[in-house]
């Protein structure tokens, strides 16, 4: 099994950043795609971001394209969301993901995933 701990979650004023960090520890060698969802009280949990373990594909939602970046290193086993600009819209809890077996769903849908963390609160003042 994986276990998953995010951590770089708070407060920041719009038009600010914040860095999210996700460290993974257990089987990390199963580890095959991992990304970020966020979700605010009372709505679906929503596709933020994802990127192949094993290679360099990255995966984006349109809220997300050209403000937040995902990353990830191997060494460390962990990935993270760079996220720029941010908005009161982006306020939520973020939580990271990871897959670790086969799955018939795409890295955009939550059911590609099999593992997740806690969550992360972001809040975003305007």
């Known amino acids: 099994q994986v276990q998953l701990v995010e951590v770089g979650g708070g407060l920041v004023q719009a038009g600010g950043s914040l860095r999210l960090s996700c460290a993974a520890s257990g089987r990390t060698e199963d580890t095959q795609t991992m990304g970020w969802f966020r979700q605010v009280p009372g709505e679906q949990r929503m596709f933020v971001a994802g990127?192949?373990?094993?290679?360099?594909?990255?995966y984006y939602a349109v809220t997300a394209e050209g403000r937040f970046t995902i990353s990830r290193d191997k060494a460390k086993n962990t990935v993270y969301l760079q996220m720029t600009s941010l908005e009161p819209e982006d306020t939520a809890i973020y939580y990271c993901?990871?897959?670790?077996?086969?799955?018939?769903?795409?890295?955009?849908?939550?059911?590609?995933?099999?593992?997740w963390g806690p969550g992360t609160q972001v809040t975003v003042s305007s």
């Open positions: 993901a990871a897959r670790t077996a086969f799955a018939l769903f795409g890295p955009y849908e939550q059911a590609h995933y099999d593992t």
């Open positions: 990127i192949e373990w094993n290679g360099d594909r990255t």
